[in-house]
């Protein structure tokens, strides 16, 4: 799989400059791509629930208790960039989590499981279509610098567009259809029997 030096050598190969061995050698190249490298990097990872980002975690609520509006505050992970659904393939009641900060506040007790997005993936687990949109985004960033010239950055951000889709649909794949949160008024109608078209419970 694609080290982040590989990443990096295939933008550098989309702007048409010279390669590196090391984000750390201090040539040219290798300083604009390493300037940009880590943000990108995770700006990609949370757009999407990418299968191979993915983490578990079970949660302890916090000691200290919000002022008001939830009972209960949990503290994220600290590689935690976005929440994921606990099964996709099952359609979950509306969550009452609300995210402020690094912590998010509900009024389920502990302990939580908690599934999520983690920045704390290694590069040589991507997925070779992720690795692939990735370094074309890091060749939009670096290309003017590199090159003096503007006219490459459009056709860089085609093929971003282009590799960054077929990433999504490789990735939607692999991971199954996700099933869209339960309606809250349907939700309160299946936890209270009563059929949905109905308020009064009669047909």
Not at 117 to 138: G, K, M, N, T
Not at 172 to 200: A, C, F, K
Request: charged letters at 25%; glycine letters at 6%; aromatic letters at 10%.
């Amino acid at each position: 799989m694609a080290s982040a030096v590989d990443i990096a050598n295939r933008a550098l190969q989309k702007v048409g400059a010279a390669r590196i061995s090391s984000l750390d050698e201090g040539t040219r190249e290798a300083n604009s791509v390493k300037a940009c490298y880590d943000m990108l990097r995770l700006a990609e990872l949370q757009t999407n629930l990418w299968t191979f980002s993915i983490k578990r975690a079970q949660l302890a609520s916090e000691s200290t208790t919000p002022l008001f509006g939830r009972t209960f505050s949990y503290l994220l992970p600290a590689d935690f960039l976005r929440s994921a659904p606990l099964d996709p393939m099952i359609a979950e009641g509306p969550s009452d989590y609300l995210f402020e900060g690094r912590k998010f506040l509900t009024d389920s007790p502990g302990p939580l499981d908690f599934r999520y997005v983690s920045s704390d993936v290694s590069d040589e687990f991507f997925d070779p279509l992720f690795a692939e949109a990735l370094a074309a985004r890091i060749a939009m960033e670096v290309v003017e610098e590199l090159t003096q010239s503007s006219g490459k950055k459009d056709t860089l951000e085609n093929a971003y567009q282009f590799h960054i889709r077929k990433a999504r649909t490789q990735n939607s794949i692999q991971s199954g259809p996700v099933q869209p949160e339960v309606d809250e008024w349907v939700y309160t109608r299946q936890l209270s029997g009563t059929p949905y078209g109905n308020p009064y419970g009669m047909f």
